[in-house]
């Protein structure tokens, strides 16, 4: 067979022989190209799936998988081109007929080659790696990023940094001579660079391009804020690219150069020319600086790294330009706080180094390039120190804490002389006096607030006005919020803006991409607000206006303006509870709790009920508030937010639902507070009554709210015509409104009414169409998540897509661990144990009912009970399995207690189905009729779509005919709720 070529580091290409394929569609190059990278090991379905599918999933993946292979084979002409293997599937291709994997291989033979000293063997091994990328190196390669997008940004760094070990390498081979053995050639090149004392660590990308940039032009300027690592950045450059220069890289620090005349005899003196006095002596005169500098450096190659320019911007500034004019073999690397701008100049922005993620472990976290430095760093200083599941919370609190900065980093990892990681995780309150270096350091680079102060002194007073003030905000400024802060002072409201700008070209802000907000480093901002006179002046002007700006869109998040309200809170949560911890300390109880309250809607919206708990309480714990409307409101939602997390306050909530359902003047969406009250202290008839009378009003938003609430009192009560009457309204209503959240909450309903018709195809839809509209703005939290995987579970075990189900289990139980919830792994647990248990697994089954029951202890929220009730009928369902009549009517005994305690009918119906399962083990075929009535009757509706159930009713009508089956079932159907739910106990012996 002749072999297969797959090239993807352009336009994908595929051939055989010469002869070119055709391979059609996005997901079937996505299929290939994943194959591809793969070099002829086997892929998993699962990993395949997310290369074809990165959004959604198609309903069955595994037959979808399957499709799009046989696709496959047919459009490269060999069936054994793909085959089915233990672990996947496998694309039959050598690695070296893969250009991705060709590079790869061509670029780590290279640079081995290069740092083994045999330049002219890595030049070659480096020539033909570039030649694979063609005119587009350093950019991502389309076919790859669309099947691997991580692979596709690692391999654009890589080729970024082959292209600069090839310029090394080239230049290394120019000046060996013929006869001389590569790997013994020692090259002199002049020039005067710091050996490095430490590893340089991160910023590969960054030094990567820098050469890109040096090979396109002529100035390069780093610029970063103080401590960003631009020096050392600058000469790691530097020396991999010295050899490039005839004349050698030279570095002139103009640190301690204090005059701007002397820029030019310090740039003479640093690259080791003679004539600096008289040129000191003749920079006196303007204009003659360039000049004189430019005869010296006539005919030179040279790369010139200008060290510290910020202090001597104009100066430095000019001198560069008239070098590049009149000396074309000079080339300028250059570091500042803030750009040269002239023309030509290309920047290379340092922010912080890469942060581990929220969520990371020890090894994902260790990936961080501030994790990296902060431990290498450690390590030299404390041997036995490692990155560990013990030390790895406090270290993630220093880097973060730290900003990733790299000098604030090494700064840190040097008290660990001393300092145990906690003891200085626990110090950073005070990093401008915990920090501070060796005496071998430069001045401004001794304590971590020397660095800033060299930045600070540079500002006039407007700017440092401007900086001193926006510090006081933790969640970055805007124009509007710097301008509202600056009221009082010299500084016109019209020049903010322009001020604003000014220092993000002095690198003490940093401008958020996509957005007009500034960002400014939490190191920064503790210098900022030490050199206000009076910060509580300014926090006050900013609780100010964070507390309007909560007022002007807390009505906004439940309307049209939903989506763009919902991004401006998020963008100033920090700043907005930055001001509402300002009222709490000023003992304003009243300013805090109207912020808490308008806040709360927003909580709701995004699932922080953690915080809502917190910062509503801390608002309430205020001394000296007032018994009005507002604190109540507060206090009521205070309370429902705790009942959620498992404690609940009762009696208080008796007497808030009394006075707020007496209340005339709440604001609108306030006035559900007391029948919501009402409905969490299972007054449901009470409950309906006021959600009735809002239900009928005029304000369309709280009629859909009432709408929602009422259809989940009737699923509940097993009512299902009057919950899709009140579903289909809050559907109407809030659409109308143009409220995303309630639509989000009322489809998954209507998605249940459809499952139990047995249309599955619509209840998928519903689903599809309320996790849409969440995901417009992130609505639904950990446990909310868990919640709706749980009902995509089981709407994909009822369609039969196994593959799929498990699959989003694995997720689903990856969420629940992040949340730290108990009650969601034992809901999780549970679910799988049934699931396993009807793939034909009861050992597996079993351990997952133990560790939910395990974990009931810990579950204390209101869907405990529910799921004790689920518990229960698992273990009965696998006591049936093995026909353990007895050990199942136990389990059922104990789901049936838990469900009566949880006040929900439908949960009592599937212990009444699994009651029916029992009766029929013990062929009682009628009493197993009568209980499938009862469960539909429990639940409002028979669930057509129901596999346990269905499977009851064939076996029930073999045995009793249509008709007895019939007569028994209506028998069942025929109770009333409250005797339903007596029928449905297991222990009864009277419902024959």
Not at 45 to 52: C, E, Q, R
Not at 152 to 181: C, G, I, Q
Not at 456 to 483: F, K, Q, Y
Not at 664 to 671: A, I, K, S, W, Y
């Amino acid at each position: 067979m002749d072999r297969l070529r797959i090239a993807a580091l352009g336009t994908l290409r595929v051939s055989r022989d010469e002869t070119d394929l055709t391979v059609a569609g996005s997901r079937l190059r996505a299929l290939l190209v994943r194959l591809a990278l793969a070099g002829g090991h086997p892929v998993a379905p699962p990993v395949l799936a997310g290369a074809i599918w990165s959004g959604e999933p198609p309903a069955d993946p595994a037959h979808a998988l399957q499709a799009l292979v046989s696709r496959l084979r047919r459009a490269l002409g060999e069936p054994g081109d793909v085959v089915q293997v233990a672990g996947g599937y496998r694309l039959a291709v050598d690695p070296a007929d893969v250009d991705v994997l060709r590079f790869e291989q061509l670029a780590a033979a290279g640079r081995s080659r290069l740092h083994a000293g045999d330049p002219r063997a890595a030049a070659a091994a480096l020539t033909e790696a570039v030649a694979l990328w063609g005119d587009q190196p350093g950019l991502e390669p389309v076919p790859v990023a669309a099947a691997a997008p991580a692979v596709a940004t690692r391999l654009a760094r890589l080729s970024a940094e082959v292209v600069a070990d090839l310029a090394e390498a080239k230049a290394l081979t120019d000046r060996v001579e013929a006869e001389t053995t590569p790997a013994r050639a020692e090259v002199t090149v002049p020039g005067r660079l710091p050996a490095p004392s430490t590893s340089f660590v991160g910023r590969d990308g960054d030094r990567a391009r820098i050469g890109l940039l040096l090979d396109a032009g002529r100035l390069v300027t780093v610029v970063g804020p103080g401590g960003a690592g631009k020096t050392r950045l600058a000469v790691e450059a530097a020396r991999r690219r010295r050899h490039g220069y005839r004349d050698g890289a030279w570095l002139v620090d103009l640190a301690s150069i204090t005059e701007p005349a002397k820029v030019g005899a310090a740039v003479l003196a640093g690259i080791g020319l003679r004539g600096a006095t008289m040129f000191e002596a003749r920079g006196r005169v303007p204009g003659d600086e360039p000049a004189v500098l430019a005869e010296r450096l006539a005919g030179r190659e040279i790369l010139l790294l200008l060290d510290n320019c910020e202090h001597l911007i104009d100066a430095a500034a000019r001198l560069v330009e008239g070098l590049l004019i009149r000396c074309p073999g000079v080339r300028v690397l250059a570091t500042s706080r803030e750009p040269l701008a002239i023309g030509g100049e290309a920047l290379v922005p340092l922010g912080p180094l890469t942060l581990p993620g929220p969520d990371d472990g020890v090894t994902e976290a260790r990936r961080a390039a501030a994790v990296r430095l902060f431990v290498e760093r450690a390590a030299a200083v404390r041997p036995k120190f490692v990155l560990d599941r013990k030390t790895l919370p406090d270290v993630l609190r220093v880097v973060r804490g730290l900003d990733g900065m790299p000098l604030a980093l090494e700064l840190a990892a040097a008290r660990l002389r001393a300092l145990s990681p906690r003891e200085l995780a626990d110090r950073l309150t005070d990093r401008l006096g915990l920090l501070s270096g060796d005496d071998a350091s430069p001045a401004r680079h001794r304590t971590l607030r020397a660095v800033i102060g060299w930045s600070w002194e540079l500002l006039g007073e407007p700017e440092r006005t401007v900086a001193e003030r926006v510090a006081v905000l933790p969640g970055g400024v805007t124009a509007a919020s710097a301008t509202a802060i600056c009221a009082g002072t010299a500084v016109p409201p019209a020049e903010v803006p322009e001020l604003l700008a000014g220092l993000v070209d002095r690198s003490l802000l940093q401008l958020v991409p996509d957005s007009d907000r500034y960002r400014m480093l939490e190191t920064i901002r503790d210098y900022g607000i030490a050199q206000l006179a009076d910060p509580g002046v300014v926090r006050d002007l900013a609780a100010g206006y964070f507390e309007a700006l909560t007022g002007r869109h807390d009505s906004r998040l439940r309307g049209p303006g939903q989506l763009t309200a919902l991004r401006l809170v998020t963008a100033e949560y920090d700043n907005v509870l930055a001001a509402l911890r300002r009222r709490c300390d000023n003992g304003d109880a009243g300013a805090a709790v109207r912020l808490a309250l308008r806040l709360a809607w927003y909580w709701q919206l995004v699932g922080r009920e953690a915080d809502a708990v917190y910062w509503l309480g801390e608002a309430l714990a205020v001394p000296g508030g007032e018994p009005t409307a507002d604190r109540a409101c507060a206090e009521a939602i205070h309370l429902l937010s705790r009942a959620v997390a498992g404690t609940a306050d009762r009696s208080r909530m008796r007497e808030l639902a009394d006075r707020l359902s007496a209340e005339t003047e709440l604001p609108g969406h306030h006035r559900a507070l007391g029948p919501v009250l009402l409905m969490f202290l299972d007054e449901d008839a009470a409950a309906l009554a006021g959600f009735e009378e809002l239900a009928v009003g005029d304000d369309l938003w709280l009629a859909g709210l009432a709408r929602l609430f009422r259809a989940q009192l009737a699923e509940n009560a097993g009512e299902l015509d009057q919950m899709r009457t009140d579903v289909e309204a809050a559907l109407a209503g809030f659409r109308r409104a143009g409220d995303r959240w309630g639509q989000a909450a009322a489809l998954p309903l209507r998605a249940q009414l459809r499952q139990y018709a047995g249309d599955l195809d619509g209840a998928l839809t519903d689903l599809r169409e309320a996790r849409a509209l969440a995901a417009e703005f992130g609505s639904l939290g950990l446990a909310d998540q868990v919640h709706s995987d749980l009902r995509w579970i089981d709407l994909h075990l009822r369609r039969g897509e196994v593959g799929t189900a498990e699959a989003m289990l694995g997720a689903a139980r990856e969420r629940a661990v992040r949340a730290a919830s108990a009650e969601m792994l034992v809901l999780l647990d549970t679910r799988e144990a049934e699931f396993r248990l009807r793939l034909g697994d009861p050992a597996r089954a079993r351990r997952l009912l133990d560790d939910a029951e395990r974990g009931l202890p810990g579950a204390t929220g209101l869907s405990s009970n529910h799921a004790r009730t689920l518990i229960g009928c698992v273990r009965a369902a696998l006591c049936l399995e093995r026909a353990d009549a007895a050990g199942a009517e136990q389990s059922l005994r104990t789901a049936y207690a838990a469900g009566t305690a949880a006040r929900d009918l439908p949960v009592l119906g599937v212990v009444a189905v699994h009651s029916a399962a029992l009766a029929q083990l013990r062929d009682r075929h009628r009493e197993a009729a009568v209980l499938l009535g009862v469960a539909s009757r429990l639940r409002g509706a028979r669930d057509h779509s129901d596999p346990l159930g269905n499977r009851i009713d064939r076996r029930a009508r073999a045995a009793l005919g249509d008709d007895g089956f019939g007569t028994a079932y209506a028998e069942g159907w025929n109770l009333d709720p409250r005797t339903a739910a007596a029928a449905a106990d297991p222990g009864r012996r009277d419902r024959i």
